[in-house]
């Protein structure tokens, strides 16, 4: 009487999925350690393949998995200011900013690795990829603000919280994640606002874009706590005008 061995079945992977896993298990590394700690056969290993197959589908070594793992990352966190544009401003921001920070918190190490520059598979070809998610970033809460042909000041200004989000963004990792990420995200989108307001000031363009925003606001709303807060901070300033 003979027995058989179970055998396994195993289902050969298309080239794009293969690509996909070796790209998955990238960016899982990245995640946690520096490009400079990764090594192809970190990669290799944790895809389950040979450093061989690595070669095969990124025979450009490591430089060019990093750079397919970034245009990967990349994707994903422009797509983080992808909101139906429907309702109230500052609630569509505030779940962009949900998205933006879920994926800053996945990747940690990485992120900061990604922001901050100076690693030494960095080219511009890197460079290009991180600017491009900026651009895409400031096109899309443009588009939120309902302005087809946006001036200097209003571009900047959005270019400019845009920054302000990264740079918070790497400071909340080095301060182990405090405040908690539900504080940052409200502080955040309040500091959108003021940024709109003060920018309001010298720019007719903005003052229209303010005002149909906060028209829509509810006092329920973050619009409304934003403003129940400032007032009494502000309330003794009557002398300076």
Known sequence: MTSEAPTRAYRRL??????????????????????????????????????????????????????????SAAEELQQCFDEPREGPLLPRLSRALDRYLAFVRRHDAGFSALLQGGSVVETSRTTAIVDGVRRAAARHILSHLDVDKPGPRLRMTVRMWITAVEAASLIWLDEDKEPPVEELRDWLVEQFVACLVTTATRDPQTV??????????????????????????????????
């Open 14 to 71: 298309s080239v794009e999925e293969r690509r996909t896993q070796l790209l998955d298990a990238a960016l899982s590394l990245f995640a946690h350690r520096t490009p400079e700690e990764v090594s192809l056969d970190d990669v290799a290993e944790a895809a389950g393949v040979s450093r061989p197959l690595v070669y095969r589908y990124f025979p450009g070594g490591k430089q060019q998995l990093y750079e397919a793992a970034l245009r």
């Open 208 to 241: 229209a874009v303010v005002r149909g925003a906060l028209a829509l606001e509810s006092p329920q709303g973050p619009a409304g706590a934003l403003a129940r807060r400032v007032l009494p901070v502000v309330g003794d300033a009557g002398h300076l005008l």
